[in-house]
């Protein structure tokens, strides 16, 4: 038991940065350019490490526990979940209700951390961020009912289980399409990606998540980029794990694999920045709804 | 296949109520046609009845009738967006009511056995009231054309599925309908434009005395 959230948090810890930079890398060879070594995140992660913290005067200690939830939620939340071949350390009934409310919880502090600072421009983007998250929580449930009625269990590692690859050949496999493409647009909202908000923006008005963390320095800041680098691996691990349900048996092989689904799932991400414009902030919240439809009608799919 | 191609029909009437630019829609509802067209061949394998039914259709809805509505907005140069009622988070809402409606609906309908599965019926009954919502939430002439366009394509669903024992003579009749009324729409959508230089049908009632 020890040994497996141990290996989990292992790959979890090692792996999450990479994807981070394959987006940059991807971004770049679109844009002409050579970029960022496909390491940066790592290497910005030991720079950070190194600094030291500068604290706004006004602030207590609700601002330091912003970046610290956000970084244990998701490592609590990948225990919840299979990695290729690993099954999930901790798995009963109904966690997939506590795996999307894990995520609630990280936001609800990076959000009032984002107050604690008293800026207007934390505020605001606080807001835009909790609007958001909460029009894209629907579709991220109606995902999983989906997933969780082919496999007869409220049980988010049973989910992943090998009835997936009978729903792709069956029936179900329409909405099992449907489903991937709405929690690819989760995915893209919840880690704040183009086309809804742009990681890279340097203009405190169009800022969404970025601004929340503008206050944070040095090792706290780290911890920010560590968090949201998971957050953004334990949401494709769900993806992989619904588009590649193949299990060769052997154990190192299906992670390669799974690493695999998460790198082109990365170079996808990358994509999708690169030919795509950022949506009109009163267009994101339609696009939302839209998805949330799409996921229902998903379920009327299977309900049938 | 069959499946697949019937939901994709269901994805472009969402995508067709939710959109707010008038070509990208005129694109969608073609795109529908298009896909519609393959639907026979899908089915019944390659007969000549069903080729005739597929060609026919992808000419028609596919090419012929979106060509015409682009070339009318170029000519009539209107805006090219849509303008709703209701704006596109109800109507996508209602379009999914109606869709779910129209699942269960089809469930209670006294059909043939073979028919009771599968994604036939619902889709067809969908479709048809996804046109219904567009002719009614939209405000200018050429998306009630396109309102009409997609009622016509729920209507061909249902004639595949029953195209053995369908003359091709009604379809053909419904065709040739769906080009007369695009053609008239297509007049009278430049004789509005030319009186009124507005393609909003809100101002028709201005007409009277």
Same mark, same amino acid.
């Given at each position: 038991?020890?040994?497996?959230?141990?290996?989990?948090?292992?790959?979890?810890?090692?792996?999450?940065?990479?994807?981070?930079?394959?987006?940059?890398?991807?971004?770049?060879?679109?844009?002409?350019?050579?970029?960022?070594?496909?390491?940066?995140?790592?290497?910005?992660?030991?720079?950070?490490?190194?600094?030291?913290?500068?604290?706004?005067?006004?602030?207590?200690?609700?601002?330091?526990?912003?970046?610290?939830?956000?970084?244990?939620?998701?490592?609590?939340?990948?225990?919840?979940?299979?990695?290729?071949?690993?099954?999930?350390?901790?798995?009963?009934?109904?966690?997939?209700?506590?795996?999307?409310?894990?995520?609630?919880?990280?936001?609800?502090?990076?959000?009032?951390?984002?107050?604690?600072?008293?800026?207007?421009?934390?505020?605001?983007?606080?807001?835009?961020?909790?609007?958001?998250?909460?029009?894209?929580?629907?579709?991220?449930?109606?995902?999983?009912?989906?997933?969780?009625?082919?496999?007869?269990?409220?049980?988010?590692?049973?989910?992943?289980?090998?009835?997936?690859?009978?729903?792709?050949?069956?029936?179900?496999?329409?909405?099992?399409?449907?489903?991937?493409?709405?929690?690819?647009?989760?995915?893209?909202?919840?880690?704040?990606?183009?086309?809804?908000?742009?990681?890279?923006?340097?203009?405190?008005?169009?800022?969404?998540?970025?601004?929340?963390?503008?206050?944070?320095?040095?090792?706290?800041?780290?911890?920010?980029?560590?968090?949201?680098?998971?957050?953004?691996?334990?949401?494709?691990?769900?993806?992989?794990?619904?588009?590649?349900?193949?299990?060769?048996?052997?154990?190192?092989?299906?992670?390669?694999?799974?690493?695999?689904?998460?790198?082109?799932?990365?170079?996808?991400?990358?994509?999708?920045?690169?030919?795509?414009?950022?949506?009109?902030?009163?267009?994101?919240?339609?696009?939302?709804?839209?998805?949330?439809?799409?996921?229902?009608?998903?379920?009327?799919?299977?309900?049938? | 296949?069959?499946?697949?191609?019937?939901?994709?029909?269901?994805?472009?009437?969402?995508? &067709?109520?939710?959109?707010?630019?008038?070509?990208?829609?005129?694109?969608?509802?073609?795109?529908?046609?298009?896909?519609?067209?393959?639907?026979?061949?899908?089915?019944?394998?390659?007969?000549?009845?069903?080729?005739?039914?597929?060609?026919?259709?992808?000419?028609?809805?596919?090419?012929?009738?979106?060509?015409?509505?682009?070339?009318?907005?170029?000519?009539?140069?209107?805006?090219?967006?849509?303008?709703?009622?209701?704006?596109?988070?109800?109507?996508?809402?209602?379009?999914?009511?109606? &869709?779910?409606?129209?699942?269960?609906?089809?469930?209670?309908?006294?059909?043939?056995?073979?028919?009771?599965?599968?994604?036939?019926?619902?889709?067809?009954?969908? &479709?048809?009231?996804?046109?219904?919502?567009?002719?009614?939430?939209?405000?200018?002439?050429?998306?009630?054309?396109?309102?009409?366009?997609?009622?016509?394509?729920?209507?061909?669903?249902?004639?595949?599925?029953?195209?053995?024992?369908?003359?091709?003579?009604?379809?053909?009749?419904?065709?040739?309908?769906?080009?007369?009324?695009?053609?008239?729409?297509?007049?009278?959508?430049?004789?509005?434009?030319?009186?009124?230089?507005?393609?909003?049908?809100?101002?028709? &009632?201005?007409?009277?005395?």
């Amino acid at each position: 038991m020890i040994g497996r959230i141990a290996l989990q948090l292992a790959v979890l810890l090692i792996f999450a940065p990479l994807p981070l930079g394959v987006i940059n890398k991807t971004k770049a060879l679109f844009a002409g350019r050579i970029g960022p070594p496909v390491l940066q995140p790592y290497y910005d992660l030991a720079r950070l490490w190194r600094k030291g913290f500068v604290i706004s005067r006004t602030t207590t200690w609700v601002f330091l526990a912003g970046p610290v939830v956000g970084l244990v939620v998701p490592l609590l939340a990948a225990l919840l979940l299979p990695f290729g071949g690993l099954p999930a350390p901790i798995s009963f009934s109904g966690d997939l209700i506590l795996f999307v409310y894990l995520f609630g919880l990280s936001r609800f502090f990076t959000a009032v951390a984002a107050l604690d600072t008293g800026s207007s421009f934390e505020g605001m983007g606080a807001a835009r961020e909790v609007t958001f998250s909460c029009l894209a929580e629907p579709t991220l449930l109606f995902a999983l009912l989906v997933l969780a009625r082919g496999a007869k269990s409220l049980n988010l590692g049973a989910l992943f289980g090998p009835q997936l690859a009978g729903q792709w050949q069956g029936d179900a496999s329409a909405s099992l399409g449907l489903i991937l493409v709405c929690l690819f647009v989760v995915l893209l909202v919840e880690n704040s990606r183009i086309p809804f908000d742009d990681p890279n923006t340097h203009l405190e008005l169009t800022m969404v998540h970025e601004v929340m963390v503008l206050d944070h320095s040095g090792p706290a800041l780290g911890m920010v980029l560590y968090g949201a680098t998971m957050k953004l691996m334990v949401m494709s691990a769900l993806l992989v794990g619904i588009a590649l349900p193949l299990r060769t048996g052997s154990l190192l092989l299906d992670l390669l694999v799974f690493l695999a689904g998460i790198l082109s799932l990365a170079v996808l991400i990358g994509v999708v920045e690169s030919t795509m414009a950022r949506l009109q902030l009163p267009r994101v919240p339609q696009v939302l709804v839209g998805t949330t439809l799409l996921s229902i009608f998903a379920l009327v799919l299977v309900l049938r | 296949m069959a499946n697949l191609l019937l939901l994709f029909v269901l994805l472009i009437n969402f995508y &067709t109520l939710g959109s707010a630019r008038l070509v990208a829609c005129i694109r969608a509802v073609a795109l529908q046609g298009a896909l519609l067209a393959l639907l026979p061949l899908a089915i019944h394998g390659p007969t000549g009845h069903a080729l005739l039914l597929g060609v026919g259709a992808l000419l028609f809805k596919g090419i012929f009738i979106p060509l015409l509505l682009l070339r009318t907005i170029r000519e009539v140069r209107i805006r090219r967006d849509v303008e709703p009622f209701i704006g596109f988070v109800p109507t996508l809402i209602l379009g999914l009511l109606v &869709t779910a409606g129209a699942f269960i609906f089809a469930d209670f309908l006294p059909l043939a056995h073979e028919h009771h599965e599968g994604l036939f019926v619902p889709t067809a009954l969908a &479709t048809m009231f996804c046109g219904f919502l567009m002719l009614i939430t939209r405000r200018k002439a050429i998306t009630q054309v396109l309102g009409y366009l997609m009622l016509e394509n729920g209507i061909f669903v249902f004639a595949v599925l029953l195209s053995a024992a369908m003359p091709l003579m009604v379809e053909a009749g419904i065709l040739l309908d769906l080009l007369v009324g695009v053609f008239v729409m297509g007049i009278v959508l430049n004789q509005i434009s030319r009186e009124f230089s507005s393609l909003n049908t809100e101002r028709l &009632t201005a007409l009277k005395e």
